[in-house]
């Protein structure tokens, strides 16, 4: 009879165990997501955008900022690196946070370096939840999720992140 009870109980508390993992699963946000702009290839458009837009792919998160000199001029560096690695299993999703009214410069320094991939627009400065969220104190900062959306490095260094990619992306094969 004792054993009956205490089968009985594993099986309710594996169940029990396999609601809460489902709760938590269908709980998922994504790594960020807000209004912004998208680049088509021949411009950018406004968009709803988010990572899990880009689940199955290793996404690439600049921190950045048009009055941060060093964001600006790390933009070409990250564009030329990007093409120079051309994956088609990688992309830019980068978060820009930027004063109320920003919209036109961002939208004028983003036609000049014509990054590829989207960017997501926090325009209330450094009350961005985004950054919050994930304790970004300073720009340029940036992260690297994974097929998943999982963060697997974080850095000050966008080539740090391209080398951790380039590992993951050799041990898929």
């Known amino acids: 009879m004792r054993a009956i009870w205490y089968i009985l109980v594993m099986v309710w508390l594996l169940l029990f165990i396999l609601c809460v993992k489902e709760l938590q699963a269908s709980q998922r946000q994504p790594f960020a997501e807000g209004r912004g702009f998208k680049n088509t290839g021949s411009g950018f458009v406004e968009a709803r955008i988010s990572t899990d837009d880009y689940l199955g792919k290793y996404v690439i998160v600049p921190f ?78 940036y992260f690297a999720l994974n097929r998943t959306g999982r963060v697997i490095e974080r850095s000050t260094s966008f080539r740090k992140i391209f080398m951790t990619i380039k590992k993951e992306l050799k041990n898929d094969i």
């Not at 001029?73 to 093409?83: A, D, M, T």
């Not at 980068?94 to 000049?112: C, F, S």
């Not at 950054?131 to 300073?138: D, F, Q, T």
């Open 64 to 141: 950045m900022s048009t009055y941060c000199p060093p964001c600006v001029k790390n933009l070409p560096k990250l564009k030329k690196y990007y093409e120079q690695y051309a994956n088609p299993n990688v992309v830019i999703v980068a978060v820009a946070i930027e004063p109320k009214g920003g919209e036109q410069r961002l939208k004028a320094l983003l036609d000049k370096v014509n990054i590829p991939g989207a960017v997501i627009c926090e325009f209330n400065s450094w009350n961005s939840k985004i950054a919050e969220r994930h304790a970004v104190r300073g720009i340029p900062y």
